[in-house]
């Protein structure tokens, strides 16, 4: 199983980001996919998930009506769009496979981590 994050970097407050998760070694549409994040001296924090029908999800609230969370089963990848960025935004994200599959709901679980992509939010 792999997992490669991209498209972090430095944008403005107010600005707005596309990243990406390359999965590879696993059938991609088969398992529950989310994102997680974490600030420099700060724990992890989960920022949304997304199911196997690609329609159910669910955010954080620090995040929820700011970023969207979607994913191309064709292509195997996971996406996490993000408007109206915030200086709090900054962290290092990444992404997580759940350990089970076919999960239609619920508190996943994860079985592996990407490397992540680093997010600076600053002016």
């Known amino acids: 199983v792999q997992l490669v994050e991209s498209g972090g970097g430095l944008a403005q407050p107010g600005g707005s980001l596309r990243l990406s998760c390359a999965a590879s070694?696993?059938?991609?549409?088969?398992?529950?996919m989310s994102w997680a994040r974490q600030a420099p001296g700060k724990g992890l924090e989960w920022v949304a998930t997304?199911?196997?029908?690609?329609?159910?999800?669910s955010y954080a609230d620090s995040v929820k009506g700011r970023f969207t969370i979607s994913r191309d089963n064709a292509k195997s990848t996971l996406y996490l769009q993000m408007n109206s960025l915030k200086p709090e935004d900054t962290a290092l994200y990444s992404c997580a496979k759940d350990k089970i599959s076919w999960r239609p709901f619920g508190e996943v679980e994860y079985d592996y981590w990407g490397q992540g992509t680093q997010v600076t939010v600053s002016s």
């Open positions: 070694g696993f059938t991609f549409s088969h398992y529950a």
């Open positions: 997304i199911y196997t029908d690609g329609s159910s999800t």
